[in-house]
């Protein structure tokens, strides 16, 4: 049959449709109604057309999906992690892991369980380490925020154990999976995903926010290999004066990181370099550290003097020199030897003859890495030649460069489970009544206007 003949028959179909709703005015009918009423004339409806039960019974689900109870008459059942179901482990980190969950009221389109990112943090950890407020910050990020370029946050809530986020779940895995995969990128897949990276940044700095922790963890691919950021746990209003990674550092040095640092650039071993990182990446190393890494942070992050959201546009100077060259620039055997290479990043800024880099995107490298007050932002990164090609007005409806398996297991590190002993902790058992206030979240639906027309359409596919 050609397409033209199955176009006409669709057609011919849905006027038939519209001509009987309209004929029984009922095409408007669950406009305005509340709850009750909508389904009163939702069955008078399909009784009217002698729909078979089978049928009627999808449309009544489908009706609670689209509708659900708004009259305020229903309590809100409170969440609790036994709702959900873990499918795979897929991040572990110092203070809790993120597991790919469904649940049974959310669906896709076709009627599948949706497919949801769980992130599980111990309570008694985050109050131990005061990292309370890291997570309160990420959820006022993640609340506040709707915008393709960030995850998209559903529900928070707490229990005596674990502080919870369900958030989207994105099947590609993040960025750093796929440079464990590939070790380097060209340069048009780089280009393609600093701009995206370059626009995320941009939405985040307008809600007046500085991210401070960008990094390839941190950078989600969706199916479509498109991007979104992720992780604003360290995400702070642009006031902010200091950063705890300093007190660290400057501790471990004796209060002094401007002295000090790796090989000079004369004697760095591009290859030796490479091969450490490589491994380090595939071993995700420092992912159980309470530090973190600090290959992406900018040299003014740790100093007292303040910062702003510059510093995020530094970070992505980083993460692009990462792509092409295959690992961080100021990259050191130990996390302090590379803050001082960050701090003095003019002895330590070096692009290796090996990585063949063209002369746009070292310029446009060097332009991100540099001190804070000659570093371009958003508004001169587009100007530049190694993104003269970008069409930023369609980058999020182009195909992406590289298209994750649709396997997603296959997109993601395997992480066993492990025995949690945190319920008979010291820890646990201090902080177990001690609740995080104003951490409950719940995404409003967004509810489009649906009519009969709609419901009507296919109930045997919805």
Avoid at 426 to 448: E, I
């Amino acid at each position: 049959m050609s397409s033209g003949s199955v176009a006409e028959r669709l057609k011919a179909k849905a006027a038939k449709l519209a001509g009987w709703l309209k004929e029984h005015k009922v095409k408007i009918a669950l406009g305005g109604a509340n709850y009750e009423q909508k389904l009163k004339q939702l069955e008078a409806m399909m009784e009217e057309k002698h729909l078979p039960e089978e049928q009627r019974k999808v449309l009544r689900e489908k009706f609670e999906r689209e509708f659900g109870r708004t009259d305020g008459k229903s309590k809100k059942k409170k969440m609790h992690v036994d709702d959900y179901s873990t499918i795979k482990i897929v991040g572990r980190g110092a203070f809790g892991e993120v597991r790919v969950v469904t649940h049974p009221d959310q669906r896709e389109q076709d009627g599948s369980l949706k497919l949801l990112a769980m992130k599980m943090m111990k309570k008694g950890e985050m109050f131990k380490k005061n990292q309370i407020a890291h997570i309160k910050a990420e959820r006022e990020v993640l609340a506040t925020a709707d915008n393709p370029w960030i995850v998209e946050l559903y529900h928070s809530w707490q229990d005596s154990r674990y502080l919870y986020m369900v958030m989207e779940f994105l099947p590609g895995g993040d960025l750093m999976g796929l440079l464990i995969k590939k070790d380097i990128l060209t340069e048009a897949q780089t280009r393609f995903y600093m701009a995206e990276t370059a626009l995320s940044i941009r939405y985040v700095h307008e809600l007046g926010y500085v991210h401070r922790d960008l990094k390839p963890d941190n950078i989600l691919i969706d199916k479509d290999g498109h991007i979104r950021l992720t992780d604003f746990g360290l995400c702070k209003s642009v006031d902010t004066k200091k950063f705890s990674l300093y007190d660290w550092a400057t501790q471990k040095n004796k209060g002094e990181l401007k002295s000090g640092g790796s090989k000079k650039e004369e004697t760095v071993d591009h290859a030796k370099a490479a091969k450490t990182w490589q491994t380090n990446r595939r071993d995700r190393k420092l992912v159980y550290s309470t530090v973190g890494t600090p290959d992406y942070i900018a040299p003014e992050v740790f100093n007292q003097q303040g910062y702003g959201q510059s510093c995020d546009w530094w970070s992505l100077g980083v993460i692009m020199y990462e792509c092409l060259v295959g690992y961080p620039p100021f990259y050191a055997d130990d996390p302090l030897t590379t803050c001082r290479n960050i701090v003095n990043w003019q002895n330590h800024l070096v692009f290796p003859a090996e990585a063949n880099l063209s002369r746009h995107s070292a310029d446009m490298m060097r332009k991100l890495m540099t001190d804070q007050n000659t570093r371009v932002g958003f508004s001169d990164l587009k100007k530049h030649p190694f993104f003269a090609r970008v069409d930023w007005q369609k980058l999020r409806s182009q195909k992406g460069p590289i298209i994750p398996s649709a396997k997603w297991e296959e997109n993601f590190d395997q992480i066993e489970e492990e025995t949690d002993y945190s319920a008979t902790s010291n820890t646990m058992k201090k902080y177990k009544d001690k609740a995080v206030s104003g951490y409950t979240y719940h995404r409003p639906q967004k509810k489009a206007q649906v009519d009969a027309f709609d419901l009507f359409q296919n109930p045997e596919e919805s």
